[in-house]
C-alpha cells in the first residue's frame, strides 16, 4: 500500500494531526502531496543530493516534471465536469503551482530538500503508528540515500520475517506431534502384540489393566490427532496471511523494477542516468530467500498430508502460489541494465549489458548460464512482451548478431550476477515484407531479444504442479530491449532518431506491443524537447524558445492554449513546415540545430550567449530599441542547420546574415563576431569582448622561417586600417536584401584575393 494512502487511511487522531502540523508551515502543500501522492512516491527523491553540484542539472529536470504533472492535474480537474471541483481544488492548485514556481524556479535544489524531508517525516509517522523499525537502505556506490528508501518494502517485508517465523514454529510443532503420534502408535502396538500373545496367561487383574493401558493410548492418539488438527488450521491461515505479504512485497519489487526501467527510458531522452539496480538487487534478495523459505514447506509438510486430507488441497494451492511468485520474479528479474544504441547502423559494433537481479540466490554463479542475442521484429517483440514460456521458445529471429552468446560474470565482492556484451555487430537483418515506401525504412521497429536458459532452482519444488504455471525444470529467460531502427547509412540518421525520440517521449509504461504512440498535447511534447536539448547540448530552452517552437509546429500565428492542442506525428516529423513553406520537416530543422550547436559553438550556447529560437519579427522588434550595433544570435527558419547573426546599423535598420556549418569550419563564431567593428553589443548591451573573447581562437604555433597568414571576419560597413590593409569603400546600407549581408568587392584592388565565401570577407595574406 503506497505511504499517503496508508497515512490518510489511518484511523488514528494522533496521527492525522501530525500530519496536518508537518503540513501546516511547509511551502508544498497538503493538498499537493493529495493529488500527486503517485507521481511524489514513484520518484526517486532519496537519489539527489542537494548538496553536490554535480546532482543539480538532474534536479532542476525533477522539479519541472513535477510542475508539469501539476499542471496536468490541473488541467484534469477543469475538464471533469464536476463544477465544484472546478471552483474549488483546482483553483487552489493554480495557486500552488504559481507558489512553487516563484519560490523555486531559480533554487530547485531547495524544492528536493524540502520533499526529502517531507517524506522522511512522513515515513517517521507511519513507522509509529505500525510499531516497527523502519531500515535504512545503505550508501551504494557514489549514490546517497535516505532514511526514505526502502522504507515501504521495509514495512511489509517485516510482516513476512514474523509469519515466517511463527510458520516454522507451528510446522516443528507439527513435526514434535506427528513424532509423538508415531511413537505412541508403535509402542501401542508392541504392547497389543505382547498382550495377545500372553493372553491366555493373565489374569483378569492384568487383562483389565492393559485394556486401561490401551485406552490411556487411544486417548493420547485422539488427542494428538485433535491438536495436530488445530495446529493445521492455525497453520493454513498463517499460509494465508503469508501470501497476501508476499505478495504486497513482490508487487513492491516489480513495481521498483517497472520505475527503473521508466526511468532508463527518460534517461535516455534527458540524458539522466537511471539510479544503481544495487538497491532494488537487496530487496530482490530478501524476498528471493523468503520465497524459498516458503518453497520448502511443501516438502516438510509432504510427509503430513495423508493425515491432512481435508487440507492437502489447500497446502497444494499454497505451494503453487509460491512457485508462480518465484517464476514470475525470476522473469522480472531479468533486466537490460545498459540499452543497446537505439538508431542502430548495421556492420557497426554496438555493446549492452543484462543483468540477472537475486541471481546469486537463484545459483547462477554456479550454474552459469549462457545468454544469447538475436534482433527480433516487432511482431516477435510483442510475442515477448506478452510472453510466456512457450512463446518465447517459438520466437524466431530477423537478424544475425555476431559474438551474440556470453557466459555469464558473476561478481564475487558485489555479488551480482551479469553479462556484459562488447563487440555486438549486426550483420544482417530483414524488413517487413508489407513495407509500402523508402521513406519507411527508419520508422520500422525492432528489439534486441536476450534469451537465457536458466534451470530453476528448486529441484523437487519445481516438479509439475497444478497450481503452477512451471511445466518443468527450466526455464528461458527473456528480455527485449527498447525499440531500436536500423540504418544502413548516415542520411537516414534524423529520421531514425525521430521515430525514436516519440516513441521514448511517450510510448506506455509497461507497452505490450511497440506499437507507435499518436498524437500528443504540446505541454508534453515540449518538455521532452528541453530534455533532448539538455541532453545534447547541456541547456534547457526556455519558455518563449518552447512557445515559438509549439507555434512552428502547430502552425499557429497565436500561442493561446498551445500547450493542450495536439501534435501529429505526421506534423511532428514527416509533414515539411508550413509558414513559410519549407522543403524539410520540423524535426529535420530542430535536429540541424542540434547538430550545429555540438559541433561549433556549444560553449557559447552553454552560456546562454545564443538566443537561438526566435521568430525573424521578433528579433527585429527587440532590435530596434536597442543601441546601434547591437546584434542577436538566432536559428533562422529559413535554412536547416544554419545560424543567423541580427545587426542593428547605425541607419536604424535591421540586417541579417547567416552562416553554415561549413562556413563556420572555415571560420568559427566567436572569430566571426570579435573581428568585425560593426558588432559590439550582444542584445540586449553586453560589450561583446565581454562575452566571447574567451572564446577567440588563439593564432597558430610559429614555424620558424615561416610566416602564416590570417582569416578575417569583415563586415563591409567600414574602411579597414590602411597601415594593414587596401582600404575599401564604404557600402550603403541601401544595397542590402532584406535577408542576407551580402558584400561587393572590388577585386581590382585585390589581386591576389581569389576567394569570397556567402557572406563572408577575408583578406588572405595579412602580416603578422
Not at 451 to 463: A, D, N, T
Amino acid at each position: 500500500m503506497a505511504l499517503w494512502q496508508q497515512l490518510s487511511t489511518c484511523n488514528v487522531t494522533a496521527i492525522h494531526k501530525k500530519i496536518q502540523e508537518l503540513y501546516a508551515h511547509s511551502p508544498i502543500s497538503i493538498l499537493v502531496r493529495h493529488n500527486l501522492a503517485e507521481h511524489i512516491e514513484g520518484r526517486q527523491w532519496c537519489l539527489y543530493n542537494p548538496e553536490d553540484q554535480s546532482h543539480h542539472r538532474d534536479i532542476h529536470q525533477e522539479f519541472q516534471s513535477f510542475l508539469i504533472m501539476l499542471k496536468y492535474k490541473i488541467e484534469e480537474l477543469r475538464n471533469s465536469g464536476d463544477m465544484e471541483r472546478i471552483m474549488d481544488t483546482s483553483h487552489r492548485l493554480e495557486e500552488q503551482y504559481n507558489l512553487l514556481s516563484n519560490n523555486f524556479s531559480a533554487n530547485p535544489a531547495e524544492f528536493v530538500r524540502k520533499m526529502q524531508f517531507l517524506l522522511t517525516e512522513e515515513g517517521k509517522i507511519l513507522q509509529k503508528a505500525e510499531n516497527v523499525e523502519m531500515e535504512v537502505k545503505p550508501v551504494i556506490g557514489d549514490t546517497w540515500m535516505g532514511d526514505l528508501q526502502g522504507s515501504l518494502f521495509s514495512l511489509s517485508f517485516k510482516h513476512v520475517k514474523e509469519l515466517k517465523n511463527r510458520i516454522d514454529e507451528q510446522i516443528a510443532s507439527l513435526d514434535q506431534k506427528a513424532d509423538f503420534k508415531r511413537m505412541s502408535q508403535e509402542e501401542l502396538h508392541h504392547k497389543s502384540a505382547g498382550f495377545q500373545s500372553r493372553i491366555n496367561e493373565m489374569t483378569p487383574v492384568q487383562q483389565n489393566n492393559f485394556r486401561q493401558i490401551r485406552e490411556r493410548y487411544v486417548r493420547t492418539l485422539q488427542g494428538l490427532h485433535t491438536q495436530m488438527n488445530e495446529i493445521v488450521a492455525g497453520l493454513l491461515n498463517l499460509l494465508n496471511d503469508i501470501i497476501k505479504k508476499l505478495k504486497d512485497a513482490h508487487d513492491y519489487i516489480l513495481k521498483e523494477i517497472d520505475d527503473w526501467k521508466e526511468e532508463q527510458r527518460r534517461g535516455l531522452i534527458s540524458g539522466k542516468q537511471p539510479p544503481s539496480l544495487d538497491y532494488i538487487e537487496r530487496d530482490a534478495c530478501a524476498l528471493a530467500d523468503a520465497l524459498t523459505a516458503c518453497a520448502s514447506y511443501y516438502p516438510r509438510l509432504r510427509d503430513h498430508l495423508d493425515e491432512m486430507a481435508e487440507s492437502r488441497s489447500h497446502i497444494l494451492q499454497f505451494h503453487g502460489e509460491i512457485l508462480n511468485f518465484i517464476r514470475a520474479l525470476m522473469f522480472k528479474c531479468f533486466i537490460i541494465e545498459k540499452q543497446p544504441p537505439q538508431v542502430m547502423k548495421r556492420d557497426t559494433r554496438f555493446s549492452a549489458t543484462v543483468r540477472i537481479i537475486a541471481g546469486e540466490r537463484w545459483g547462477f554463479a554456479i550454474k552459469q548460464p549462457v545468454v544469447k542475442v538475436c534482433l527480433v521484429n516487432a511482431e516477435q517483440a510483442q510475442l515477448i512482451l506478452n510472453h510466456n514460456n512457450n512463446d518465447i521458445r517459438d520466437v524466431q529471429p530477423c537478424g544475425e548478431v555476431l559474438n551474440g552468446e556470453k557466459v555469464l560474470e558473476y561478481s564475487t565482492q558485489a555479488k551480482t550476477v551479469h553479462f556484459q556484451f562488447k563487440n555486438l555487430v549486426l550483420k544482417k537483418h530483414n524488413r517487413a515484407a508489407d513495407r509500402r515506401a523508402a521513406e519507411l525504412v527508419t520508422e520500422e521497429k525492432f528489439g534486441v531479444f536476450f534469451r537465457c536458459m536458466v534451470q530453476v532452482p528448486y529441484k523437487e519444488s519445481f516438479s509439475p504442479h497444478p497450481h503452477s504455471n512451471i511445466a518443468d525444470s527450466h526455464m528461458n529467460l527473456p528480455a527485449v530491449s527498447l525499440p531500436v531502427t536500423v540504418t544502413v547509412h548516415g542520411s537516414q540518421s534524423s529520421s531514425a532518431e525521430a521515430t525514436i525520440f516519440w516513441d521514448n517521449s511517450f510510448a506506455p509504461r509497461n507497452r505490450d506491443s511497440f506499437a507507435h504512440p499518436g498524437a500528443q498535447p504540446w505541454g508534453e511534447l515540449k518538455a521532452r524537447i528541453s530534455d533532448c536539448f539538455m541532453k545534447n547540448t547541456d541547456r534547457y530552452l526556455n519558455e518563449d524558445a518552447l512557445r515559438y517552437l509549439g507555434m512552428k509546429v502547430l502552425n499557429l500565428d497565436c500561442p493561446d492554449e498551445l500547450d493542450n492542442k495536439l501534435v501529429s506525428w505526421q506534423a511532428f516529423s514527416k509533414d515539411t513546415l508550413k509558414r513559410p513553406d519549407r522543403t524539410f520537416t520540423f524535426w529535420e530543422w530542430l535536429y540541424s540545430c542540434i547538430d550545429l550547436i555540438k559541433k561549433h559553438f556549444l560553449p557559447m550556447w552553454k552560456d546562454n550567449l545564443i538566443e537561438g529560437f526566435i521568430s525573424k519579427q521578433r528579433t527585429e522588434s527587440l532590435l530596434k530599441s536597442a543601441e546601434p550595433n547591437t546584434f542577436l544570435l538566432r536559428f533562422p527558419d529559413s535554412k536547416q542547420g544554419m545560424i543567423s547573426i541580427s545587426l542593428k546599423l547605425p541607419d536604424e535598420s535591421i540586417k541579417h546574415m547567416i552562416y553554415s556549418a561549413t562556413e563556420l569550419k572555415r571560420l568559427d563564431l566567436a572569430q566571426r563576431i570579435l573581428d568585425p567593428r560593426a558588432l559590439k553589443f550582444l542584445y540586449p548591451g553586453h560589450p561583446k569582448e565581454n562575452k566571447f573573447k574567451k572564446y577567440y581562437r588563439s593564432d597558430r604555433e610559429e614555424v620558424p622561417g615561416y610566416e602564416r597568414d590570417m582569416i578575417r571576419a569583415h563586415i563591409p560597413l567600414e574602411q579597414y586600417d590602411p597601415s594593414t590593409t587596401t582600404p575599401i569603400q564604404p557600402i550603403h546600407t541601401s544595397d542590402f536584401n532584406e535577408d542576407f549581408l551580402m558584400e561587393t568587392i572590388d577585386y581590382e584592388n585585390f589581386p591576389n584575393m581569389n576567394h569570397q565565401y556567402g557572406n563572408d570577407h577575408f583578406i588572405h595574406g595579412a602580416r603578422r
